[in-house]
């Protein structure tokens, strides 16, 4: 059986593979699709799901199946689709002369194999789904039955399968551990002073050890975001779907949302490790060992981690200190900042993205293939697209043009996502990174206070109101 492709052979010369449909220059209906130039344009969810499945003379391409898979979601739940699917492919069996049925599976069984695998590997997450696990067992039992050469193939496939789903639920299960034990560090400093007396400079000394272990963690947490939370963050009620009421039980974006609060952590813990030490040159120390931690990840390409860098840096409790950043030189930060730049849509950093990407095409080693893009704004771009169009025509047609776009951005963060990352793990500094207590927006603005005095009489309100409810000083 053939092996599933990488994503990036969806890719052409000129973007997302989608020419690949009757020819015609002009706009023609096939079945319920509508093309247009050779692009699928539009059609009807049924249609799409006949094209879907395959058949003795037809299977889809891989393009095609990702999008549908990806979008089909807004649509119907993925335990109604497999229903389908299976209902398709067993009427596609019986529909040559019964006494040709042996082989007519015979030619048809490694096709629905290779869409069954597909789906498995690029939507793993569907499959904790009881119904879609059966439907997938009942259809592979059927189609193995009495072809042994199948049942090997169909055997890897539901243990690469389970593989999967272990590997997150184990994650899930670690996140939750981090979860459960986070404290406020103001709270650990009263009740515990010794346990966070270390600042990050002690755990790592070396700024680019430092960007390697960020990259170890964003490239985990990107790991285990499966595409299709990318369509349930903004899932809908379907205008022609009569009988459901919501969709709250299709909007399971768990390892996205853990990933976004990874950054804003992230975030917290930069501004918290230059709030806390008490010296004004130890905390312009801090700065600039961070504005070197943040040059590297901009160099390794792991975006993500540069923008948490900058962000914690500019929040207010950070960049109110004045007196300490006088005695910074922010020659290289000031650089960074024009690199992050958000004017013009963050063009300088979409021309820097792009160049990573690039290099991520024709790299030889995996050092070269990172790129970790700056998330928050992945998200806003595909909250745009998924605004800015209609997911249905007036005819009823679902939008497929609007779907091909979306796959085309999500796919794209497929391939960077399956990046191993390279550098060596120290679990020690991934400890500190992961779980040390960092200070609420309130008690870093405390600490900013207690560091530099406060100037303005709004500012010394607020620092009487935090001395009094944070400390119970007055």
């Known amino acids: 059986m053939p092996q599933t492709p990488p994503f990036s052979a969806m890719f052409d010369s000129s973007g997302y593979n989608r020419n690949l449909y009757p020819s015609s220059s002009a706009e023609d209906s096939c079945g319920g699709l509508y093309y247009h130039d050779n692009n699928l344009l539009s059609g009807s969810l049924e249609a799409l799901i006949q094209h ?32 389908k699917v299976c209902h398709l492919c067993v009427e596609h069996q019986r529909s040559s002369d019964p006494s040709n049925d042996k082989n007519q599976i015979r030619k048809i069984a490694p096709k629905i194999l290779q869409l069954l695998t597909e789906w498995t590997e690029t939507f793993p997450y569907d499959f904790r789904d009881e119904r879609v696990m059966r439907n997938l067992k009942d259809l592979a039992h059927r189609i193995t039955s009495g072809e042994e050469a199948y049942r090997k193939n169909v055997q890897q496939m539901i243990q690469c399968l389970l593989r999967k789903l272990a590997a997150l639920s184990q994650y899930e299960e670690v996140l939750a551990k981090i979860s459960a034990t986070a404290t406020d560090r103001l709270t650990v400093l009263r009740t515990k002073p010794q346990v966070v007396q ?18 170890h963690i964003e490239l985990e947490r990107l790991n285990y975001i499966g595409p299709e939370e990318f369509v349930q963050a903004f899932v809908q009620k379907d205008p022609l ?7 709250s039980d299709r909007k399971k974006t768990r390892n996205l949302e853990a990933y976004v609060e990874w950054f804003n952590r992230l975030s917290y813990l930069v501004a918290t490790e230059i709030c806390m030490p008490v010296k004004k040159k130890h905390r312009a120390r801090m700065i600039e060992y961070f504005i070197d931690v943040a040059r590297e990840c901009f160099n390794i390409g792991n975006f993500n981690s540069l923008m948490a860098i900058i962000s914690g840096m500019n929040m207010s409790p950070v960049s109110r200190l004045k007196k300490t950043w006088a005695k910074v030189k922010t020659a290289k930060f000031d650089i960074l900042e024009h690199q992050m730049d958000p004017s013009s849509n963050f063009y300088n950093y979409r021309t820097a993205l792009r160049g990573a990407a690039q290099r991520s095409l024709t790299a030889h080693s995996s050092r070269e293939k990172i790129v970790i893009p700056f998330f928050s704004l992945l998200i806003k771009d595909i909250y745009f697209l998924n605004e800015g169009c209609a997911n249905r025509l007036p005819n009823g047609h679902v939008n497929f043009e609007k779907f091909w776009e979306l ?39 405390l600490a900013s206070y207690e560091s530099e005095g406060p100037e303005t009489h709004v500012e010394k309100d607020r620092w009487k109101s935090l001395r009094s409810s944070l400390l119970g000083r007055v």
Not at 70 to 75: G, I
């Open 241 to 247: 779907d009569n009988d459901k009421t919501c969709y």
């Open 407 to 445: 796959a085309k951005q999500v796919s794209e963060l497929m391939t960077w996502k399956q990046v191993e990352c390279p550098f060596e793990r120290d679990r020690k500094i991934l400890q500190h990174l992961l779980t040390v207590p960092v200070f609420s927006e309130d008690a870093l603005y």
């Open 198 to 215: 270390r600042d990050i400079i002690t755990i790592c000394s070396d700024p680019y050890t430092l960007a390697q272990q960020l990259t």
């Open 52 to 83: 879907l499945v395959p058949n003795v003379d037809y299977y889809p391409d891989r393009t095609y199946i990702f999008t549908f898979l990806l979008s089909s979601r807004l649509f119907m739940h993925p335990s109604e689709l497999m229903a």
